[in-house]
């Protein structure tokens, strides 16, 4: 609700204006909402700004096909008309299902958008990636020629391939550089064996034929008295 006063005389009265609330449910599939949001949500806020209105889209998990509009009830049913009008537009065009691996999308998607832009202006057609979860490679093609679709099928097909190809390539390249653990060699110990600590006394033969030395006698050999 939204109040103005307005002012006659000494008399100010309270005016009331009513936002309505216009849901709309179970028109649009899911699969034509990101056509609605655009790129970075430029489509949508370009028609919230038109029509002076709030326009809520699922989120998330949130795999429903209701699309709220808020606003003015002039407003929203404006909203609700041209909304319409591009969802007929799109189920008018030649539509096909595609699988392509999810890998591949952001390659196809390119930065900004730019590559996705690129290719949908050279074949005339509209690219919906899957948001979906439970099928990721789903990718949807669809223009007002047919052959314009089947060509951007072929197209798109060949670029997926050679991305896969390069993906495993470099996968394989990688693997082969993988450092290889090494394996220590064990080291063994050195046994020492009849080393001289390791003998007896037995194991020493006492040696013959040596003069034995006399107690009394010095190192000059011979004892003196002083």
């Known amino acids: 609700m939204e109040k103005w006063l307005v002012k006659r005389g000494d008399v100010v009265f309270g005016i009331l204006s009513r936002r309505i609330v216009l849901p709309v449910r179970n028109y649009i599939p899911a699969i034509y909402h990101q056509k609605i949001i655009g790129p970075r949500g430029a489509t949508v806020n370009q028609i919230r700004q038109k029509h002076d209105v709030q326009i809520s889209l699922p989120r998330g998990e949130d795999r429903s096909d209701k699309i709220t509009i808020q606003g003015y009830e002039a407003n929203a049913r404006a909203c609700a008309e041209e909304i319409e009008e591009m969802l007929a537009a799109l189920k008018s065009m030649v539509t096909q299902e595609i699988s392509l691996d999810a890998r591949f999308h952001p390659r196809l998607i390119g930065q900004r958008g730019k590559n996705l832009k690129r290719v949908m202006d050279e074949f005339g057609v ?5 948001r979906d979860d439970a099928d990721p490679n789903k990718v949807v093609v669809a223009g007002k020629n047919e052959d314009s679709v089947w060509d951007c099928i072929d197209y798109l097909r060949q670029e997926e391939e050679d991305y896969l190809a390069e993906h495993q390539d470099r996968s394989q390249y990688m693997s082969q550089r993988a450092p290889v653990a090494e394996q220590k060699p064990k080291q063994q110990s050195v046994q020492v064996k009849n080393a001289p600590w390791q003998l007896s006394d037995g194991d020493f033969p006492e040696m ?8 009394t006698t010095g190192v000059w ?3 003196r008295r002083f």
């Not at 013959?208 to 107690?215: I, K």
């Open 221 to 223: 050999g011979s004892g």
């Open 126 to 130: 509209e690219i919906t990636l899957s």
């Open 208 to 215: 013959g034929g040596a003069p034995a030395m006399s107690g």
